[in-house]
């Protein structure tokens, strides 16, 4: 299981130009495994936790990547950061729109 963070009133999976993917958590990618609540603590208050499974994105098409989050994240969020990705010979439209299925 994976969360996005996401704003209120905003898509949770919106890909932003420059972005190469959309940042997850992967709740398993440390031990012990995260909490949502562990990861919202390093986030604006209002913002809320959307999970989704692998098996979720997968199907449409799309693969998630571990990348080490931003170093102004706590270690363990650091570890466990991910991206959602365009699967292969998928186009920016065709990621776009596969992650707005997401939703």
Same mark, same amino acid.
């Not at 996401?6 to 890909?15: D, K, S, T, V």
């Not at 959309?22 to 999970?51: A, K, M």
């Given at each position: &299981? ?16 420059? +972005?190469?993917?959309? #940042?997850?958590? *992967?709740? *398993? ?5 995260? %909490?949502? !609540?562990?990861?919202?603590? #390093?986030?604006? #208050?209002? #913002? ?7 098996? +979720? ?5 799309? =693969? ?7 170093? %102004?994240?706590?270690? =363990? ?5 991910? +991206? ?5 010979? &998928? !186009? ?7 992650? &707005?299925?997401? +939703?």
């Amino acid at each position: &299981m994976v969360v996005r963070i996401a704003e209120p009133g905003r898509p949770a999976f919106q890909l932003r130009k420059g +972005e190469e993917g959309v #940042s997850v958590f *992967d709740l *398993d990618g440390v031990q012990p495994s995260l %909490t949502e !609540n562990e990861i919202l603590d #390093s986030f604006r #208050s209002g #913002s809320g936790p959307v999970s989704r499974s692998l098996a +979720e994105i997968e199907a449409k098409g799309l =693969r998630v990547v571990s990348v080490l989050g931003a170093e %102004t994240l706590p270690p =363990r969020l650091r570890e466990a950061h991910c +991206e959602i990705r365009p699967g292969p010979g &998928m !186009n920016r439209v065709e990621f776009k729109k596969a992650l &707005m299925e997401l +939703e």
